[in-house]
């Protein structure tokens, strides 16, 4: 039985008791205890059950890699599933309870799965609940469903809160053991900046533990030197309970601290998720020990080796009082060793190995503990907990020579390197046959574009496993006992039979066995990436980190072949889970999708303005006057603007500055039009497609230097654009010298519109503003009423129109200012609507309206806007496809209706006959419709089978209980010279 030690326990602070409860069970720990360890100290070895079969399951490991205690922590708000008690630090009050049983952990019905586990074994759902059909939905999908998952998620909202962070560093540590810290002190000394992360909260790895000299020095002293050296270097900065979760291309990092989980309530953010840009990585993970797949391998308190060493030593917790040692190296006769100073009983080493002659063998012998050589375990007797051990011959089938009593039995099959984050940048990894694992290929690092190593592995991490080869490999002196080469053991015995190989567990959580690796190759699954989906080895939480090398040599040995022909599986980010807490991080309620707020906002409130969403803004619809209605308030704004002057917060247009050497073939690569041959000081209307043809945005495109481009989005998609353009850049063009950046916010933009906007710029003073300094769709730099501001001549309304752009924080006076200038002459301001309005008067498109992601600029009329001197742009090959030039495309008209009234938006014109499902055939469809109050009458827009070659034909447009007549006419209806903006 587990229980605590009267003495010891380097982690723990005995003055600080912290009370606790498992399944509603009181319980006590102390300050430093991981939760683990404090329930192995009050006698708590059933922990969960598996997934498949609900077998009992226990602690396995001491660290990230545990796959079987995961609880849930907490309740209510607080809740939360899967948590490893052996990462999880243990605070007063802290609450857990098992899961994935019923109605008890003691006792779980769900275990009526093992008694039939031959009848469930891998891959046994994709060949069973295919009969009878009905069954599915009624029978099988509900009781899956219910049986899916292991713990239980909160129903509240999270009460926490979680940050997001930045950072950049030449060097980044992820690993604060020897190797870590030495690495870190070395770049710290040469003034690099360096961040060291180290995912426990505590340093050193597993030096302290393990023992030996570091520089003459015990491994905590040489620790604490460490430390002592790096805290005095301002451009070091040490970060525990920080975890480097994943690597990226170009050094970014994806890394998770977790701040408050053992202080909560504290007021700090519970977990900060952040983000690095790191010129270098150095993985100094270290190594995971492999557990032995022999016959109940799985029953609770069979451990690996070194877990059993660490509740020793670190938190003076004894994980049985009598313990078998099974092993095929040498490192684990330092758990034996660890054992017998807690006073506690060896029963016997069981090595694999035919003989075991090395320092530590010759030390745990000489405390008088049998060394069992060439011998195995044929089987774990016991249910809930370890009663014996049946040893026999590693050469034989499993025949029995003696049974052990005991209560704890400590695994090790050799150890694997963390390889993850060499491997998540597509470093490539060699087989040491002689210590039987996969290690970095150092030949085949991660490099970046300029061919430099983004990632060197270091330490045990680099396949270095002692403790004086990881000093000499940091240029450090070490001594530590010497150990014999391992043997290879990958099933015990090494002829079990069938009967045996069916209770040797892989992966734990999801009880994949060795019979299920086996079974996988015989039908055919050769690949170790169809054997895991097939399986599920390593699809559990923690992500094969036990499991996987002793499944894909189980798999070899099958297949005949040699473990790198069959190789591993894809290494993914991140290591270990992280909490949607972190990923979100700020992005809840309010801030989750922040409602954006031009520097005018508050004029307009003040206005009683009535808004509309626009992407994430809220732009002003109109200014309804006391008692005038919505309708009434935008014919007002429009008669105003065609005759006076009126103003519009243009602010929310996407600006996204496009720069750099190649930043006009880029754009010429963008727009259908060439941007590459705009004059400087010029602007240019353009259209933006994807790569199959269709049109996705439109706006004005400025030159603003030699290598400078500004290009105008619509409000909506000006994020949604930059994406687009970074998703070209950085993959298909990734060698293209070209500069993005999204200014949306970083200015506020006015439009000054109507026949006297000129007038009220004059008034205001400080530029020439004349068609001749200034003429239609050109630009200029100066100052207007005491404001830096920068001038389009561009008009969105047919009518003579100034933008203006100032910087953000000057956008309120400034349109303050320009209202003021204007009352002289009738200044009012106009909101989206009558924009719209006028826009459509013109017979200009609207993206969203005149397109829904099938339409190309050619159905639009603007094949004008298509360059025919160049090669190519995004799209232009799917416009050349046959159904892209078809003569009975839908194409864009206008519609005037025979009655003056206006159509319903998105009516649809009927045609002759009925489609294959009864409905009417239809022949076009309104896409904008207004009541243009400069014509007095309904107008519209619409896209009709083959429409320009039909004009002055009557459509009939019918809906719910409406049917409409309607001409189609010139989408223009007004000015259609120009004239009136080109002033």
């Not at 002293?221 to 900065?237: E, M, T």
């Not at 990092?253 to 977990?271: F, L, M, N, Q, W």
């Not at 069938?498 to 009880?511: C, E, G, H, S």
């Not at 519209?940 to 409409?964: D, S, W, Y």
Request: hydrophobic share 40%.
């Amino acid at each position: 039985m587990s229980t605590r030690l009267s003495r010891g326990g380097r982690l723990i602070d005995r003055a600080r008791p912290m009370a606790f409860t498992f399944n509603g069970k009181p319980m006590r720990g102390f300050a430093g205890d991981s939760l683990a360890a404090a329930l192995l100290a009050n006698g708590q070895v059933l922990m969960g059950r598996s997934f498949k079969y609900h077998r009992p399951r226990g602690v396995v490991g001491s660290g990230a890699e545990e796959p079987n205690a995961l609880v849930n922590l907490g309740r209510n708000a607080r809740q939360e599933p899967d948590q490893r008690v052996t990462t999880t630090e243990l605070f007063d009050g802290l609450e857990a309870s098992s899961q994935n049983h019923w109605p008890s952990l003691e006792f779980d019905i769900g275990v009526l799965n093992n008694a039939v586990s031959k009848m469930l074994p891998a891959g046994f759902y994709y060949k069973t609940f295919m009969a009878p059909r009905a069954a599915w939905k009624h029978l099988f999908e509900p009781v899956i469903r219910q049986a899916a998952g292991l713990g239980t998620a909160a129903k509240e909202a999270d009460p926490d809160r979680y940050e997001q962070t930045y950072a950049y560093c030449d060097v980044l540590i992820a690993g604060g053991g020897v190797a870590g810290l030495a690495a870190a002190l070395k770049a710290g000394q040469e003034g690099k900046r360096v961040l060291v992360m180290e995912m426990t909260p505590h340093w050193g790895g597993r030096a302290p533990v393990d023992g030996g000299l570091i520089e003459g020095q015990e491994p905590q002293a040489w620790i604490d030197a460490q430390l002592a050296a790096l805290a005095k270097l301002p451009n070091v900065r040490l970060m525990p309970r920080t975890m480097v979760a994943g690597l990226h291309n170009h050094g970014y990092a994806i890394c998770y601290e977790r701040v408050a989980d053992h202080t909560p309530g504290d007021g700090r953010p519970r977990h900060r998720l952040w983000r690095v840009r790191a010129g270098e990585t150095v993985a100094a993970t270290g190594a995971i020990e492999r557990p032995l797949a022999f016959a109940g391998n799985d029953v609770p308190g069979v451990m690996l080796a070194s877990a059993v060493r660490d509740y020793i030593v670190n938190w003076a917790v004894s994980p049985g009082d009598r313990v078998v040692v099974v092993t095929n190296n040498d490192d684990a006769y330092r758990t034996a060793l660890a054992v017998l100073d807690a006073g506690l009983t060896v029963v016997a080493v069981v090595d694999a190995r035919e003989r075991a002659g090395g320092d530590l063998p010759q030390a745990v012998r000489a405390r008088g503990v049998r060394v069992l050589e060439g011998r195995g375990i044929a089987g774990v007797l016991g249910g809930k907990a370890v009663s014996h051990v049946q040893v026999c011959s590693q050469a034989g089938e499993g025949g029995v020579t003696e049974t052990l009593d005991c209560d704890c039995v400590a695994m090790s099959g050799g150890w694997s390197p963390v390889v993850h984050l060499f491997s998540h940048l597509g470093g490539k990894l060699i087989w040491d046959e002689a210590a039987a694992m996969f290690r970095p290929d150092g030949s085949r690092a991660p490099t970046g574009a300029d061919g430099a190593v983004l990632v060197t592995a270091v330490g045990a991490a680099n396949g270095h496993l002692t403790l004086d080869a990881i000093a000499a490999e940091a240029g450090l002196s070490a001594t530590t006992e010497a150990e014999a080469p391992l043997t290879p053991v990958w099933v015990m015995p090494a002829g079990a039979k069938q009967a045996l190989r069916f209770k040797a567990f892989l992966d734990y959580q999801n009880d994949v066995k060795v019979s299920d690796v086996e079974l996988a190759a015989r039908e055919g699954y050769t690949s170790v990436e169809h054997t895991k989906r097939y399986t599920t080895l390593g699809m559990a939480s923690d992500q094969g980190k036990l499991s996987n090398i002793n499944g894909l040599a189980i798999l070899s040995d099958t297949l005949g072949q040699a473990i790198p022909t069959t190789g591993t599986t894809t290494f993914r980010p991140p290591y270990t889970p992280i909490s949607f807490g972190a990923m979100a991080g700020e992005a809840r309620g309010e801030l989750f999708q922040p409602r954006r707020r031009t520097p005018m906002q508050d004029w307009h409130e003040a206005q009683g303005f009535h808004w509309e969403p626009v992407g994430f803004w809220r732009r002003p619809y109109c200014y309804p006057k006391a008692g005038e209605s919505h309708a009434d308030a935008v014919k007002r704004e429009i008669s105003n603007a065609r005759t006076n002057v009126g103003v519009l917060d243009a602010s929310t247009l996407g600006k996204i500055l496009v720069k750099g050497p190649d930043a006009g073939k880029f754009l010429d690569m963008m727009y259908t039009n060439l941007m590459s041959t705009l004059p400087v000081g010029k602007c240019r209307y353009g259209l933006m497609c994807n790569e199959n043809g269709f049109l996705i945005d439109d706006g004005v495109v400025v030159r603003l230097s030699e290598d400078s481009w500004l290009c105008h989005t619509t409000s909506g998609g000006a994020d949604r654009i930059h994406a687009h353009m970074e998703d070209w850049l950085q993959c298909e063009w990734w060698d293209w010298k070209v500069y993005t950046a999204n200014l949306t916010e970083q200015y506020a933009q006015v439009a000054v519109v109507g026949p006297k906007a000129r007038k009220v710029l004059e008034k205001l003073g400080g530029m020439d503003l004349s068609k001749e300094a200034l003429p239609f769709m050109a630009w200029a730099d100066g100052t207007l009423g005491g404001f830096p501001v920068r001038v389009y001549r561009i008009s969105f309304s047919g009518e003579l129109s100034y933008e203006i752009a100032v910087p953000a924080n000057m956008g309120a006076a400034f349109w303050e200012k320009v209202v003021a200038a204007g009352q002289e002459f009738g200044v009012m301001p106009y909101g989206t609507e009558a924009l719209h309005v006028m826009r459509a008067e013109k017979g200009f498109i609207m993206i969203g309206d005149e397109t829904d992601g099938t339409v190309i600029p050619q159905d639009l009329g603007l094949g004008w806007a298509i360059s025919k001197k160049k090669a190519d742009y995004l799209g232009k090959r799917a416009q050349e496809r046959s159904f892209m030039v078809s003569k009975d495309r839908w194409r864009l008209v206008g519609l005037e209706t025979l009655d003056g009234s206006v159509l319903p938006d998105g009516i649809y014109a009927v045609a002759p006959g009925n489609n294959v499902n009864g409905q009417r055939n239809t022949q076009g469809r309104v896409t904008s419709t207004y009541y243009s109050p400069t014509l007095k009458k309904g107008i519209a827009m619409g896209l009709v089978i083959n429409g320009p070659e039909r004009m002055g034909e009557v459509l009939e447009f019918v809906g719910k209980n409406v049917a409409v007549k309607a001409r189609i006419v010139d989408p223009c209806f007004y000015d259609k010279e120009g004239e009136k903006s080109d002033v």
